[in-house]
T-cell receptor, first 111, second 113 residues
Framework: EDQVTQSPEALRLQEGESSSLNCSYT??????LFWYRQDPGKGPEFLFT???AGEEKEKERLKATLTKKESFLHITAPKPEDSATYLC????????????FGQGTTLQVKP | SQTIHQWPATLVQPVGSPLSLECTVE??????LYWYRQAAGRGLQLLFY??????ISSEVPQNLSASRPQDRQFILSSKKLLLSDSGFYLC????????????FGSGTRLTVV
């Protein structure tokens, strides 16, 4: 059964304090690993897609990496506006396009 | 450009009342459509998905049902709501370019009282 586990559940950082969020997964035939950002009361917003081990993607202060068993979302010198819940999801083999989500990491960046 | 609309944004319903949430997609044809529920402090749980008109797959047994009467319309329903149906309901569609995974609607906050 496809499964995604994110850690930590919550993370508090001071502005400028870099850190990483973890996403561990088990999936049959990985077709893609996705990172989303979700602000309170809103739908998730797409950040990155990673397809194969060793792949990296960057966007502003965020960098996502992928291994065969986990993905990391690195946040460099975060700002208060980076505060949000970050969701990881995987898509396995099959044509339905179903995504299996982790429970998310809620990040709070204090000024 | 493709857009997804979901309404209402918030809903407060008594236990035992019916439910109908609607989701429509514009600017694409034959999309894969999904209903997710997000309980407070938890991840997204897939409820239903549809790969075409009239084709509905249920992921978990529950008090809800889904229908797809038109290509770009996806409806989530219940005949009698339970307290446990409260949550944040999200509709999503899969873009032609799978690179982006899903595009989500803005969500409906349902509170059953």
């Amino acid at each position: 059964e496809d499964q995604v586990t994110q850690s930590p559940e919550a993370l508090r950082l001071q502005e400028g304090e870099s850190s990483s969020l973890n996403c561990s997964y088990t999936v049959s035939g990985l077709r893609g690993l996705f990172w989303y950002r979700q602000d309170p009361g809103k739908g998730p917003e797409f950040l990155f897609t990673l397809y194969s081990a060793g792949e990296e993607k960057e966007k502003e202060r965020l960098k996502a990496t992928l291994t065969k068993k986990e993905s990391f979302l690195h946040i460099t010198a975060p700002k208060p506006e980076d505060s949000a819940t970050y969701l990881c999801a995987v898509q396995g083999s099959g044509n339905t396009g179903k995504l299996i989500f982790g429970q998310g990491t809620t990040l709070q960046v204090k000024p | 450009s493709q857009t997804i609309h979901q309404w209402p944004a918030t809903l407060v319903q008594p236990v035992g009342s019916p439910l109908s949430l609607e989701c429509t997609v514009e600017g694409t044809s034959n999309p894969n459509l999904y209903w997710y529920r997000q309980a407070a402090g938890r991840g997204l749980q897939l409820l239903f998905y549809s790969v075409g008109i009239g084709q509905i797959s249920s992921e978990v047994p529950q008090n809800l049902s889904a229908s797809r009467p038109q290509d770009r319309q996806f409806i989530l329903s219940s005949k009698k709501l339970l307290l446990s149906d409260s949550g944040f309901y999200l509709c999503a569609w899969r873009r032609d370019r799978a690179h982006y995974g899903y595009t989500f609607g803005s969500g409906t906050r349902l509170t059953v009282v």
